[in-house]
């Protein structure tokens, strides 16, 4: 599967964007779907995970309740909504698929075997 990742860009402290994930290839129905984020001389990190069809969901701690992650299988994409940024939400944002990771390495990166190529968010203060 190839994902592209959109929707990335500049908003103020407070606003909202909606990332979106684009699969192609195969459905993303049946996949682990997931949400990493890096920030300039940082660790690539979980944000948001959703599991496969019944559709479990888990977030970072740093975003809960603010962060919500879904998938549209009719249009084979993924988004992740992003309400109440601040400026540490300030990062590259990746989205990844896995066909195989299981619940509890929803948040490891190695759990993934598909990435898209990354889309920057910037909050300013």
């Known amino acids: 599967v190839q994902l592209q990742a959109s929707g990335g860009g500049l908003v103020q402290t407070g606003g909202s964007l909606r990332l979106s994930c684009a699969a192609s290839?195969?459905?993303?129905?049946?996949?682990?779907m997931g949400w990493f984020r890096q920030a300039p001389g940082k660790e690539r990190e979980f944000v948001a995970g959703?599991?496969?069809?019944?559709?479990?969901?888990t977030y970072a701690d740093s975003v809960k309740g603010r962060f919500s992650i879904s998938r549209d299988n009719a249009k084979n994409t993924a988004y992740l909504q992003m309400n109440s940024l601040k400026s540490e939400d300030t990062a590259v944002y990746y989205c990844?698929?896995?066909?195989?990771?299981?619940?509890?390495?929803?948040?490891?990166?190695?759990?993934?075997?598909?990435w898209g190529q990354g889309t920057q968010v910037t909050v300013s203060s």
């Open positions: 990844a698929a896995s066909y195989s990771a299981i619940w509890s390495s929803i948040a490891s990166s190695d759990a993934y075997g598909y």
């Open positions: 290839g195969r459905t993303i129905s049946d996949a682990v």
């Open positions: 959703l599991f496969r069809r019944g559709g479990s969901t």
